[in-house]
């Protein structure tokens, strides 16, 4: 119950496509749906956050959609660049107790020229 | 912009030694958390601590394992007696409500 299940593990896109990034879950408990984004060797980056009252949210090319009845939750980038290849993990946060994150499993992307 | 920092970048150590990682939050947090990541794994929680103390720990944040705010700005990870599976990278983190910054990390390698 306390997994959050992220897919696909890896992802190959060309310049300017838009790869999406699929994460569910099961605790309805979670309150808060963070995306990192992490280059080799260094920390996880937040990227972009949602909380479950929105279905969507924009920042620049980044857009994270929420759909709360499923229990999912995606993140789109758009007009993806090289320097977008990174691991990106999904993360939920429920509420109370230590306020921990739980991490996706991580997706591979790659954007090639 | 202020952010998490970490020392040491890289540390090796033999199995069965002690070795503390160090953390500096960032100055308003209140919430500090250790997580770790196993090379090419996920990021796992270990710890989370506020107002001096442990708030919650998962099942790797055994007895071997223990976290302290010596000051009013550092916060260390103690690792009484490491194993050759404590190799990973540390990543410490902190916030003030939601969003949790996280550091560079420490790679620690015990041989």
């Known amino acids: 119950q306390q997994q959050v299940k992220q897919s696909p593990q890896s992802l190959i896109v060309q310049k300017g496509g838009i790869p999406i990034i699929n994460c569910a879950y099961e605790?309805?408990?979670?309150?808060?749906f963070p995306w990192y984004q992490q280059f080799p060797g260094k920390g996880p980056a937040l990227l972009i956050a949602?909380?479950?009252?929105?279905s969507e949210k924009k920042e620049g090319r980044f857009t994270i959609s929420f759909n709360k009845s499923a229990k999912q939750f995606s993140l789109h980038i758009m007009d993806s660049q090289p320097g977008d290849s990174a691991t990106y993990f999904c993360?939920?946060?429920?509420?109370?107790?230590?306020?921990?994150?739980?991490f996706g499993t991580g997706t591979q992307l790659k954007v090639e020229l | 912009e202020p952010e998490v920092t970490q020392t040491p970048s890289h540390q090796v150590t033999q199995m069965g030694q002690e070795v503390i990682l160090r953390c500096v939050p960032i100055?308003?947090?209140?919430?500090f958390y250790w997580y770790r990541q196993i090379l090419g794994q996920k990021v796992e929680f270990l710890v989370s601590?506020?107002?001096?103390?442990?708030?919650?720990k998962s099942e790797i944040f055994d007895d071997q394992f223990s976290v302290e705010r010596p000051d009013g700005s550092n916060f260390t990870l103690k690792i009484r007696s490491t194993k050759l599976e404590d190799s990973a990278m540390y990543f410490c983190?902190?916030?003030?409500?939601?969003?949790?910054?996280f550091g560079p990390g420490t790679r620690l390698t015990v041989t």
């Open positions: 601590f506020y107002n001096n103390e442990i708030s919650e």
């Open positions: 605790n309805t408990a979670f309150d808060y």
């Open positions: 983190a902190s916030t003030y409500n939601y969003e949790q910054y």
């Open positions: 949602i909380r479950p009252d929105v």
């Open positions: 993360a939920a946060r429920k509420t109370g107790g230590g306020n921990k994150l739980t």
């Open positions: 100055s308003n947090h209140l919430y």
